[in-house]
């Protein structure tokens, strides 16, 4: 019990970084499309305009968009086959824990003949807050002629704010994760 005990604060720590890194994606598209005719793409502006993020972080989403799509095959065009658009949305999440053990629970507490030490008394206690940012990002492919939505993908994750490496790596990752689904296996 003791070595389980000892090694749980370690297991939650994991747990918790591996769900922070990992990015949720989801697609959905027209299956009447012929996604092998799609060879040209160019950006949407007015649909990218409406997206409500800081136009550093746009210029990043782009220019990861723009790097797979041409690692697919694809060519950046002015008269294109597919129009490409963005937008986001974040939520902020509130995690309470309570960490109180109360009276009579196992803990730092209560003297006993040996003094202070390990044993039944008040345990230790208090709440832990965590606020975190999990934002959506959806990635829409527009067939040009028919101006109609072909492709969606979604990727739903933790946001990092304060270290601009870790941001850009970050906006990679869930553009590239996203992107994995396109095109779809018909």
Do not use: H
């Not at 939650?12 to 060879?39: M, P």
């Not at 072909?150 to 270290?163: A, D, F, M, P």
Request: proline share 3%; net charge positive; glycine share 10%.
């Amino acid at each position: 019990m003791k070595k389980l005990l000892k090694f749980t604060p370690l297991f939650l720590l994991v747990i918790g970084l591996s769900s922070c890194s990992s990015v949720r994606v989801a697609s959905d598209y027209d299956r009447e499309a012929n996604f092998d005719t799609y060879k040209t793409f160019a950006f949407f502006k007015p649909g990218i305009d409406k997206a409500e993020i800081n136009d550093i972080d746009k210029r990043r989403i782009l220019r990861a968009i723009e790097a797979e799509l041409m690692a697919k095959g694809m060519t950046k065009s002015e008269n294109p086959d597919m129009l490409v658009s963005i937008f986001t949305k974040s939520n902020q999440r509130v995690d309470i824990y309570n960490n109180s053990w109360g009276a009579g629970a196992w803990g730092w507490g209560g003297f006993n003949r040996w003094g202070w030490g390990w044993g039944p008394g008040m345990g230790w206690g208090g709440n832990n807050v965590s606020t975190t940012t999990e934002g959506m990002l959806f990635i829409d492919f527009i067939d040009a002629n028919k101006k109609e939505l072909v492709w969606q993908g979604s990727g739903t994750g933790y946001l990092v704010t304060r270290n601009v490496d870790k941001k850009e790596a970050r906006i990679k990752e869930f553009v590239s994760k996203t992107m994995e689904q396109f095109p779809p296996a018909q």
